[in-house]
């Protein structure tokens, strides 16, 4: 690949100073299974950080493990969750939430996001007792699918709605950082704790080799937690490596010093889009492009850098996706911006 | 309830001649599990009447379990099935089908039936590998959830769709007795197991007590479907209750006698309706008549009538369901349409 | 079969009484799912034996299904059942606890009974955080599997450790007709009810077409209850087939009348076996007698009757079992001790 | 922890090559979900030293999703798993099998080994169709959980019986490292490649930081593979990470040779052990050594090294476990019989 790709946030590596940690702590000789004292160091910095000094919380190998874990942790075999319709669970995960038996039930999204209404709509057309799955988990992204960020203001009004209807409230976090950093958003890492009964916080997009910590704020559902992590496969014997990482982001302000990085990068190929007389399909809000390019400069473009052409539109134009991540330069934003303009 | 009941086609026992049969068996010793001489004669004039020698049958004793114990018999786990969105299993079976692990497809319904064209559309859009899970069984059912019937043009033309594009055809006969029942059906049984893998004859519904007889056309899904029938709770110690019904419903022809007998009492109703100058919501093709009633009028009909009120519609009206069966006689559909009329 | 076979009680239709009543009410028009005036008559005559007013009670068309409904209702995926190795969800249900996704842990028997050391040492076996399932629900059957029962003592020692040690107490009662009409047993269907969390009575193997009765006493495991009917296929449409049957057994005292009918045949049978100079290999409890003979003999009496040989044993000789059933006569069996003496 | 952990062989981080080739390739970008350039060289290299061109393998990273993905991908609900009563997915995965939906029979372990006997055993008892789950594959692992090891004879005789009676062979290979590099041992990779129908290649315990290598050989198991690790979540973003790891362990024979060192320093503990007067409790066949201790002389060691104490005997005495990795030193393995002799 060209060293200007913008395919995704996971195209390199680990920010430098998680390697350089990973070196530092090798011999050292640790428990495993989540016990060594990086993770458990690091869940003590992430319980100040949520404000959360009882929070259950649990470091895993991939996003999709999170979804698992959790969700089966939380539901009887009777239960659904509600998902909007772009929602990862529903679209990209290979029905792995169907595999360990819960139906998913759909809510048309808007701007990738749930609403109270969309929910209630559910509730309602789910009722017929016995005969239909029982609503009992609501599953979100925060950053969506599509970039786009939940307002503390939207993030209550579903959280009090859960409340209100016995429904848990999840969020998938694969890119919180990225939701958290950017600049319209106005929720912290306490306000998903507090708002949320479990949520995720994904490390692979914004910097580490692997590893998503699962922090379950709801005491009822943290008791057995352990056991659906072993269970599913999510229990590594070098948890360290988990931990080591996880530390090393949040000891310091470094988790969202590299998702602001990527976001503003991101805001910077959105200016010059526009700048260039081009349009965008949607506003900016995260470290995601959507923009409407003819198609003849997406082929100029290609020679040069990687992208998705995510969508055919009319006029000989497509949509493409633009990603910036930790390892995205400055130099290869303006570098785009001058391919976009010659 | 009122002796003129059209709430649904399951509301009596069974016809007369099903309980003689019964009684006059009962004390005749007979081997378990499958293996009585009732179950043995049962299937082999099933056989004759599909013109299929060597189809495998089962018998269970309800419709969810049909669906589970086919569905489960067919598919690998990271195998989907793409159902018309009114499909029985999606919305009426408490996720029978997620709770076995498989996830399901939603297609948009054309008069409750599926057609190519949605369940080629479901397949572009599930084509992401290996991230989404791979569409391999198609499900419908005949008489459809709203009445409607398939007919041999519209199911040939999916069962090649499925053989082309290698997904097994399941069809779903709850109340295949109404459909082929029907004044417009131009399919026979042996036609269905011709151009289905596998599907299954509803008793229930059509004047059984109890039973549903699965049927398995493909060799290749039938070697060890006993085990998913025992596995599932679907083995009846005394199998000779299904046995003994169903050898009274096919030895003649009174599976389709009962059947027709509920479709033309359904005619009856819906030509009454439409006399009394009332509308239907649809074609009244089986033994489901759908009707807009002024509200009023459905107020003084339930004072003798017991029926559904399906949906609101406007200038104060709805729509109603009216279900016809073995069961229903000429003088319950004239008095009702006689209390329209008045 | 010859009229007189001993090889199962499951080998007749039903007792008379129960076919009349179908017929008596075959034309009353009644709710579907476990809404029809039959099924909350018989449900209310149970609570009143059990004294227990508040038990939730389900009628469901098989054993196994009430094992699957029941367990699925209990547990959450990391949780495991206890059993004794001759346990039936173990041995005769085709993994029927796994598939739906529990692990069981197997104790070794006496007699076919568990045993409060058998199952707390389990427990220390099991006990490995998170690396082990978690202990959480103790499967016992009464009369066992084979055909041993429990004394109050037993089944109070093992409640009292469950109570302890907060595992569910779940019975199989496949044959508790057999269990309670033995005249070794000091237990009530209120004791049971007092002493387990969930339990089931069988109607199959007592007289019953089919049908079997879920019994929930644990409140807390009673509210979601209906939803697991129906996702395992357990809803009858015409629920009133189960409950007229239900209702006939228990609103006089017919259920136990046959179940000790049949007892009593099997201690005749097995005083004249003993008489005749031949050996049991257990002493008979219930309805099912195990005896050790001659192969020779054994293949005289096959001429004449039919029964299991169970397994062989030293010096040409075999234990065979012999179930007598309601519908088992004194005839039979006298011909049967005939037989053997000749 | 002191520095002389004889606890288990995960309790460093990785290999010093495996954590340079990390950071060398840090920047590097690459394709997601096993794209990489890194694994699919890795897999190359493996495919030679299998001698299996088209062997198919999927990079995952841990144990238990090896295990959960391959079984998933090999059975159909009603089949089952034979298995050692010691093997680690009965004892040690908290009932991860029976989550995804199967039984596991248990055999009898000799030295932790299943035995041809054994299996065919496990089938006469397990015949009852269709009322008993049908064997289908084989579980053992090489090295088995008590540290010994499969001669090729061995394997052999399971493998023929396997492909006679239609199961598949499944091997466990957390520790497939310290059996091929055993003085004993007279497999190689190709043998097992040949001999299995697939098999996994522990790279966790050898000295990676995280990593298993699944194998399928069996061309009609790998089809649809990939779909089963993204649906249990073992598909990597970052699968590079795994990939780096694999390539530096094959490119050279650092794998065998980190493994050989581990044996050799576990041979040396054990000589150290029996000229010291004490007794093993079994031959050390690769990197386990258990041996028999007096308790008094336990409780000093544990001042000054870790190690688990496995087992209490009579005589005051117990067995412990000492288990060497690539990262143990001979001094530390010296230090330990000194102050055994002292």
């Not at 539901?75 to 939430?97: D, F, M, N, Q």
């Not at 819960?102 to 005969?131: R, S």
């Not at 923009?291 to 040069?304: G, R, S, T, V, Y």
Request: charged share 25%; proline share 3%; hydrophobic share 45%.
């Amino acid at each position: 690949m060209p060293s200007g790709s913008f395919l995704d946030d996971y195209s390199e590596g680990a920010h430098p100073q998680i390697l350089e940690k990973l070196l530092e702590t090798n011999l050292s000789q640790q428990k495993p299974y989540g016990d060594d004292e990086y993770s458990i160091k690091a869940k003590a910095c992430l319980r100040e950080k949520l404000e959360s000094p009882d929070a259950a919380i649990y470091l895993v190998a991939s996003g999709t493990l999170a979804n698992i874990i959790s969700i089966a942790n939380c539901l009887r075999p009777h239960e659904a969750v509600i998902s909007a319709s772009t929602g990862h669970i529903l679209v990209r995960e290979t029905g792995a939430i169907e595999a360990i038996g819960h139906k998913i039930i759909v809510v048309t999204q808007e701007n990738g996001k749930l609403t109270p209404e969309g929910i209630q709509d559910a509730l309602d057309k789910n009722a017929v007792y016995p005969h239909m799955a029982k609503p009992r988990l609501v599953y979100l992204s925060n950053a969506t699918e599509v970039g786009t960020i939940y307002t503390k203001a939207e993030l209550t009004a579903i959280s009090d709605l859960c409340k209100k209807r016995g429904l848990f409230l999840f969020l998938d976090g694969a890119r919180i950082g990225a939701a958290l950093s950017a600049a319209k958003n106005d929720l912290t890492l306490a306000d998903i704790a507090r708002l949320t009964d479990l949520f995720w916080i994904g490390g692979t997009k914004v910097g580490m080799l692997l590893g998503e910590a699962i922090v379950i704020n709801n005491k009822s559902l943290a008791e057995d937690f352990a056991f659906h992590v072993k269970q599913r496969g999510g229990l590594l014997a070098k948890s360290r490596v988990l931990g080591i990482q996880f530390l090393e982001m949040f000891r310091s302000n470094l988790f969202f010093d590299l998702a602001k990085h990527a976001n503003e990068l991101a805001q910077l190929l959105s200016t010059g889009i526009t700048e260039a007389g081009l349009k965008l399909e949607a506003e900016t809000e995260t470290n995601q492009v959507f923009a409407i390019l003819p198609n003849a400069l997406i082929e100029k473009l290609q020679n040069e850098f990687h992208f998705y052409v995510w969508e055919k539109v009319p006029d000989d134009k497509a949509v493409v996706r633009l990603v910036t991540s930790w390892a995205t330069t400055k130099d290869q934003v303006t570098a785009f911006i001058k391919e976009l303009e010659g």
